[in-house]
């Protein structure tokens, strides 16, 4: 029994972590402590050396603290919360509502270009749902809006911010992977706006057959004359887009790294906010106190997650789970499918940073190992397979019981929205996004192609 236990030892941290993930303690304190006392218990049972424990520091200075890549998350994260205290995301939704006022679902329309928008920009979600659920949930039922439409609405777009760049998900997996964030940001782009059209078509279609689940906007919503149009367009629509360009553009020009493009963001965000006279010091220090906990949060779990990590590995357990793989009898598709599968059950119950730092290593040196012939060559594999887990995770923002964008979103709603009716909203949502990550699936070239033609 005792062979049988150390033999084991990686799936039984896999075992405790699942068990302890449910026990409300902090999910950076639960890695760390999972992967420290599976050490000591490894140091007891003679299959783990105590100077390791050193290598563990060196790991988290050197793939953390050293890490210049890391240094865009702080940064993406100041710009998503700048821009939110900006007062960018308000204009930039009135500009849209008036300009799809005669379409169907117009409002719930102008809702997903604007997370699609802001997900472009910010790459926060909990930020963005809650600014949308607060901006545009009011005004949906203020005009009648079917309750799960406009709830599955506004969280699904605002959760789109996770893979369309600058995503700070992409960064922790370019890191993790040890591939070019540029090169990801890229890759991520068509899947990111393809998820954003099928929700567009989506609430076209459902709003034109049944138009009592969009009452239609006022015509008379908006500028009155030509003048006022415009003037509306530039301060609502101008000022995010050209902040995307200059993000997004300079990296895929060339002009800048992801991390320098970090601090043109942040700093463009900044000029918004003193362009709009919004910029004041209340601002500046709620931002960057914002800023502070949000970065510090992640870095803590990045500091246990490594922890986790290096014990798992030096215990043996990719190995023991390169040969459980190999072992299934599954072929190329199979075990693709298979991790996919698991990918989408731990949505149900973990946040995606859990997931991205525990999963990702653990899956990528087996996809690695895959041939699918002619469907996907092999310099391109890795990429294929970060973007297929980065739309899967999509999901685990809105699946519950642990939906934290739902979460999110009942904190800041008004008393008349139940969970009940946000879990029915959310539904049609996360079929949307299976079927999008069945297209990226099929046809490869959705993720690969925009790469190919810009970075080669």
């Not at 993790?176 to 782009?189: D, I």
């Not at 008349?416 to 949307?432: D, H, T, W």
Request: charged share 10%; aromatic share 12%; proline share 6%.
């Amino acid at each position: 029994m005792l062979d049988f236990f150390i033999d084991y030892m990686p799936l039984f941290m896999f075992l405790a972590l699942a068990i302890l993930l449910f026990s409300g303690y902090p999910v950076a304190a639960v890695l760390g402590g999972i992967g420290l006392g599976f050490g000591y218990l490894g140091v007891y049972l003679d299959v783990f050396v105590p100077i390791e424990f050193f290598n563990i520091v060196g790991r988290i200075w050197s793939g953390i603290a050293d890490n210049l890549v890391l240094v865009a998350i702080p940064m993406f994260i100041f710009m998503g919360t700048m821009l939110e205290k900006s007062g960018v995301a308000r204009d930039l939704l009135y500009c849209l509502q008036v300009l799809l006022r005669r379409v169907p679902g117009g409002l719930a329309l102008s809702v997903t270009v604007m997370g699609t928008i802001m997900a472009a920009t910010t790459g926060i979600i909990g930020a963005s749902v809650v600014m949308m659920t607060l901006m545009a949930l009011p005004i949906m039922l203020q005009r009648q809006y079917n309750i799960p439409l406009a709830t599955g609405t506004i969280a699904a777009s605002g959760t789109l911010g996770i893979l369309i760049p600058p995503s700070i998900m992409l960064v922790i997996m370019a890191d993790l992977l040890g591939r070019s964030v540029g090169n990801l940001f890229v890759a991520a782009v068509f899947p990111g706006l393809l998820l954003a059209s099928i929700y567009a078509v989506y609430i076209f279609v459902i709003c034109s057959i049944k138009p009592e689940l969009a009452p239609p906007l006022p015509k008379d919503l908006g500028p009155q004359d030509t003048r006022e149009f415009w003037k509306m367009i530039f301060n609502g629509l101008i000022p995010p887009v050209l902040l995307i360009v200059l993000v997004l553009g300079s990296i895929v020009a060339g002009w800048a790294t992801p991390t320098e493009a970090s601090g043109v963001g942040a700093a463009g965000a900044t000029l918004m906010a003193a362009m709009k006279k919004r910029l004041n010091f209340a601002t500046l220090r709620s931002v960057v106190e914002r800023s502070a906990l949000t970065g510090a949060m992640l870095f803590f779990i990045f500091i246990g997650a490594t922890a986790f990590s290096y014990v798992f590995r030096s215990l043996g357990g990719d190995d023991i789970v390169i040969e459980i793989v190999e072992n299934s009898g599954f072929g190329a598709w199979g075990i693709l499918f298979t991790l996919m599968a698991i990918v989408f059950v731990l949505g149900f119950f973990f946040d995606w940073i859990e997931i991205t730092l525990i999963v990702l290593p653990v899956f990528a040196p087996i996809v690695q190992l895959l041939d699918f012939g002619d469907h996907v060559d092999k310099i391109d594999l890795v990429y294929w397979f970060a973007i297929l887990v980065a739309v899967n995770l999509q999901t685990s923002f809105l699946t519950p019981p642990f939906g934290f964008a739902l979460f999110y979103m009942k904190g800041v709603a008004p008393p008349e929205v139940k969970i009940q009716q946000i879990y029915r909203g959310i539904v049609p949502f996360v079929l949307l996004q299976v079927v999008g990550l069945t297209l990226v699936i099929a046809f490869p070239e959705i993720a690969l192609w925009l790469p190919s033609k810009l970075l080669n």
